[in-house]
């Protein structure tokens, strides 16, 4: 029998207008009065930023805004943050936006207090401690990094992405507002909500897996899979946004406590690579992951196949591992999601440097089935022949 853990010490605060509650919901848990608010450029043009500044600047405050963030945050931009929360003497790090805005600012949260360089804690060379209370607030339905506790950097100098990974990254408080979802464009929409199947899907399946996460992972992955097409389609219908949002925060309860695995190892070293969005990176490389890993344990995946509805109970595991296949390439191409060779910058001649750094990343021992450099080689070239 198997030994695990599973923790989560995130407060989670969840419904239409929550946002608006956060000065309310600060003053109770008494973290300080100086916050760095951590966004990005186009969550502040949306007009999602400022709402929620104003509050809590009218209910006493004191605010600094940290904008200058990337698509895949890089190290540089940390430590220009951190050194903005120490000159602002900020006692907490409020993030709103997507997962590169709430990663960005536990990696601020965490330099800001203690010094350091990203690499530095991500290499195992310096502790983490002493790590400034973080709340975070998702504009987008994808990363589930209001709840997990990791932090996914770029190393600017070598398009490296690594991983800050440890408990004291879990954020103090996650306020989860379906409305500020709404103007989120449907590429995006369809994007990030493909990312958060992705880690409900190596959640369940990986190898550090257990029964906690698989329990989040498997209503996820019903919901994620029912809901996203409805979001794509209408950005306003409001149940829609909900379950995403929901569905998106059980993902990421159910890959924080476990791992990602194969896929994210790919999508991170393109994303590393070429700047592509990380829900899009997932998606190219899902099904052909997919039907890898089922060469491993066809009952794990027909399981798979049946919460998303692609399979029923009637059908024997080697079918409906071809029907959770089918299905999430009927799905996704729904969705308008690019291919691989359509992606801007990708080229097979970079295939070598894409499976150098998919096998460095820590999440590979952790995939369901043993994958060699061979073997990533082969995936990228059926997902760039499709």
């Known amino acids: 029998m198997n030994t695990y853990s599973y923790y989560c010490s995130t407060r989670i605060e969840m ?11 600060l003053e109770s848990l008494g973290l ?23 509050a809590l600047e009218r209910a006493g405050f004191s605010v600094t805004l940290f904008d200058a963030l990337s698509q895949n945050p890089r190290d540089t931009e940390c430590l220009a943050g951190a050194a903005l929360f120490r000159e602002s003497s900020a006692e ?12 960005t600012g536990k990696a601020i949260a965490l330099i800001g207090r203690n010094g350091g360089t990203p690499v530095e804690y991500a290499d195992g060379l310096l502790p983490y401690a002493n790590i400034a209370p973080i709340i975070c607030i998702p504009t987008t339905a994808g990363t ?31 306020v989860l507002d379906p409305a500020l979802t709404y103007s989120v464009p449907p590429a995006v929409t369809a994007a990030t909500g493909v990312d958060a199947l992705v880690h409900a899907i190596e959640g369940y399946t990986c190898k550090v897996t257990n029964p906690i996460s698989q329990a989040f992972g498997a209503q996820a992955m019903r919901k994620i899979v029912k809901a ?28 924080g406590s476990a791992d990602v695995a194969a896929v994210h190892c790919l999508a991170e070293a393109l994303g590393g690579l070429y700047d592509t969005p990380h829900g899009v990176a997932n998606s190219v490389f899902l099904p052909y992951v997919l039907r890898f890993n089922a060469q491993e344990d066809q009952a794990l995946h027909a399981s798979l196949a049946r919460f998303m509805g692609f399979a029923s109970d009637a059908d024997a595991d080697e079918l409906a591992c071809e029907k959770l296949v089918a299905g999430i390439v009927d799905w996704t191409n729904s969705l308008n999601i690019p291919r691989l060779r359509d992606l801007p910058g990708v080229r097979e001649e970079d295939f070598p440097r894409i499976v150098e750094l998919s096998v460095k990343n820590g999440s590979t021992p952790s995939n369901v089935r043993t994958v060699t450099a061979e073997d990533y080689l082969q995936i990228l070239q059926e997902a760039y022949r499709a």
Do not use: W
């Open 15 to 25: 419904g239409t207008g929550k946002s608006l509650e956060l000065p309310a919901i």
């Open 32 to 54: 300080g009065r100086s916050i760095l608010l951590v966004s990005d450029p186009g969550v502040i043009r949306a007009g999602l930023v400022e709402p929620i500044q104003s």
């Open 92 to 103: 907490m790090v409020v993030a709103i936006g997507g997962g590169s805005a709430m990663d």
């Open 144 to 174: 589930g990094s209001e709840v997990t506790r990791s932090s996914v950097i770029t190393e600017a100098a070598t398009h490296r992405k690594m991983t800050l990974k440890h408990a004291a990254l879990r954020p103090t408080l996650a």
């Open 228 to 255: 996203l097409p409805d979001a794509y389609a209408d950005g306003r219908n409001e149940q829609a946004r909900y379950d995403m949002l929901e569905g998106s925060l059980l993902a990421g309860l159910c890959f």
